[in-house]
């Protein structure tokens, strides 16, 4: 034993009883196609979904943006109960569509199937049109004609 013939291929060498054949080896090179992800963690841009009607309505749906920016330009307001509510409206729905759109066009929603993301869609869609319009009434009848209240209005 002081010969060192207990370590016999330990010096970075397969001993034979070790050696696998390839023939029987468990780790064949596989013929299915393995696909590429690409993205973080498996994130893909859906073009497909931003170039079709459901994209192109739910970026036409960020104008909500608009409506926001005309809102925060005004500095004075009285009385400014609804300025304040077109305001919440208009952000409200930004943050909520832009969350939607950002789920639909990196296909996250593929990832939450237990949710009808469709009819999650068309609620967030109806109650938005629903509130800006009781907005932009109450913001039309109290606005001081400014172009930005107009604007907003509009």
């Given at each position: 034993?002081?010969?060192?013939?207990?370590?016999?291929?330990?010096?970075?060498?397969?001993?034979?009883?070790?050696?696998?054949?390839?023939?029987?080896?468990?780790?064949?090179?596989?013929?299915?196609?393995?696909?590429?992800?690409?993205?973080?963690?498996?994130?893909?841009?859906?073009?497909?979904?931003?170039?079709?009607?459901?994209?192109r309505l739910k970026l036409a749906e960020l104008l909500a943006l608009t409506a926001f920016i005309c809102i925060e330009t005004?500095?004075?307001?009285?009385?400014?109960?609804?300025?304040y509510f077109f305001e919440f409206v208009s952000c409200s729905a930004l943050v909520v569509t832009g969350a939607l759109l950002?789920?639909?066009?990196?296909?996250?929603?593929?990832?939450?199937?237990?949710?009808?993301?469709?009819?999650?869609?068309?609620?967030?869609?109806?109650?938005?049109?629903?509130?800006?319009?009781?907005?932009?009434?109450?913001?039309?009848?109290?606005?001081?004609?400014?172009?930005?209240?107009?604007?907003?209005?509009?």
């Amino acid at each position: 034993h002081e010969n060192g013939d207990d370590l016999e291929g330990f010096d970075g060498e397969a001993s034979s009883a070790s050696m696998i054949s390839a023939a029987s080896s468990p780790y064949q090179p596989t013929t299915e196609p393995v696909s590429q992800r690409r993205g973080l963690g498996g994130l893909r841009c859906d073009l497909d979904y931003l170039r079709g009607t459901l994209g192109r309505l739910k970026l036409a749906e960020l104008l909500a943006l608009t409506a926001f920016i005309c809102i925060e330009t005004i500095m004075e307001c009285s009385p400014c109960e609804g300025l304040y509510f077109f305001e919440f409206v208009s952000c409200s729905a930004l943050v909520v569509t832009g969350a939607l759109l950002i789920l639909f066009s990196l296909s996250l929603h593929t990832r939450i199937p237990q949710i009808n993301w469709n009819l999650t869609d068309l609620v967030n869609t109806g109650l938005s049109t629903f509130f800006f319009f009781i907005a932009s009434v109450v913001l039309a009848a109290l606005n001081h004609k400014t172009g930005a209240e107009i604007a907003a209005v509009v």
